[in-house]
C-alpha cells in the first residue's frame, strides 16, 4: 500500500510517491548531502527521510564529500555549487574519475546558465535551484538512482562502485 494514501491498497510498483516501494529487496536511493549550510543539510535530511530516501551521510565541504563518497559508497550526491575550498563543478568532476557510475545532482541558489552547463560538462546528472519543489528533488533523485543501478548492471564485475 502507498504509504501516502490512506483509502484502499495500491500497487506499490506504481506509488509515485515512494517508487523505491516496487523495488526488490526494499531497495532505495543511498544519498550523501554535501553542502557547507548546516541548515540546508538538515532541510534535505528531513526532506528525503520524508520521502523515503536513505541519506548515508553528510559532508560540510567538498573534500570531505569526496572523502565520504569513496568510504560510503552512494547512489547519488547532492552537492552544493558553491563551498570554500573547492565548488561542487571541481568536486564533482573529480569523484566521477573515482566513482563515474555515482550520480551527482548540484543544488544551487544561483539560476544561472553558465553554471548548469559547467555542471552537465562536469558530469553532474542535474543542476537544481535550491528551494526547488520537493517533488523536483526527489524525482531527480530517484531518476538519477535508476541511471545509476543501470550502469551498474552494464559495468563488468570488477569495474562497478560497489564491489
Same mark, same amino acid.
Given at each position: 500500500?502507498?504509504?501516502?494514501?490512506?483509502?484502499?491498497?495500491?500497487?506499490?510498483?506504481?506509488?509515485?510517491?515512494?517508487?523505491?516501494?516496487?523495488?526488490?529487496?526494499?531497495?532505495? =536511493?543511498? @544519498?550523501? &548531502?554535501?553542502?557547507?549550510?548546516?541548515?540546508?543539510?538538515? %532541510? #534535505?535530511?528531513?526532506?528525503?527521510? +520524508?520521502? *523515503?530516501?536513505?541519506?548515508?551521510?553528510?559532508?560540510?565541504?567538498?573534500?570531505?564529500?569526496?572523502?565520504?563518497?569513496?568510504?560510503?559508497?552512494?547512489?547519488?550526491?547532492?552537492?552544493?555549487?558553491?563551498?570554500?575550498?573547492?565548488?561542487?563543478?571541481?568536486?564533482?568532476?573529480?569523484?566521477?574519475?573515482?566513482? =563515474?557510475? @555515482?550520480? &551527482?545532482?548540484?543544488?544551487?541558489?544561483?539560476?544561472?546558465? %553558465? #553554471?548548469?552547463?559547467?555542471?552537465? +560538462?562536469? *558530469?553532474?546528472?542535474?543542476?537544481?535551484?535550491?528551494?526547488?519543489?520537493?517533488?523536483?528533488?526527489?524525482?531527480?533523485?530517484?531518476?538519477?538512482?535508476?541511471?545509476?543501478?543501470?550502469?551498474?548492471?552494464?559495468?563488468?564485475?570488477?569495474?562497478?562502485?560497489?564491489?
Amino acid at each position: 500500500m502507498c504509504p501516502r494514501l490512506e483509502r484502499g491498497p495500491r500497487d506499490v510498483t506504481a506509488c509515485p510517491h515512494y517508487p523505491w516501494m516496487g523495488m526488490p529487496n526494499g531497495e532505495r =536511493p543511498r @544519498v550523501l &548531502v554535501v553542502d557547507d549550510d548546516s541548515g540546508m543539510r538538515i %532541510a #534535505l535530511r528531513t526532506l528525503l527521510k +520524508e520521502e *523515503g530516501i536513505e541519506v548515508v551521510g553528510e559532508a560540510r565541504d567538498a573534500h570531505a564529500g569526496l572523502r565520504d563518497a569513496t568510504e560510503l559508497d552512494p547512489d547519488v550526491v547532492l552537492m552544493d555549487m558553491r563551498m570554500p575550498g573547492m565548488d561542487g563543478i571541481t568536486a564533482t568532476r573529480r569523484l566521477k574519475r573515482i566513482a =563515474p557510475t @555515482v550520480q &551527482v545532482i548540484i543544488l544551487s541558489a544561483y539560476d544561472e546558465e %553558465a #553554471l548548469s552547463q559547467g555542471a552537465t +560538462e562536469a *558530469g553532474a546528472y542535474s543542476y537544481l535551484i535550491k528551494g526547488s519543489d520537493p517533488n523536483v528533488v526527489s524525482e531527480a533523485i530517484f531518476g538519477a538512482w535508476r541511471l545509476k543501478s543501470s550502469l551498474d548492471a552494464l559495468s563488468p564485475p570488477g569495474r562497478r562502485d560497489r564491489g
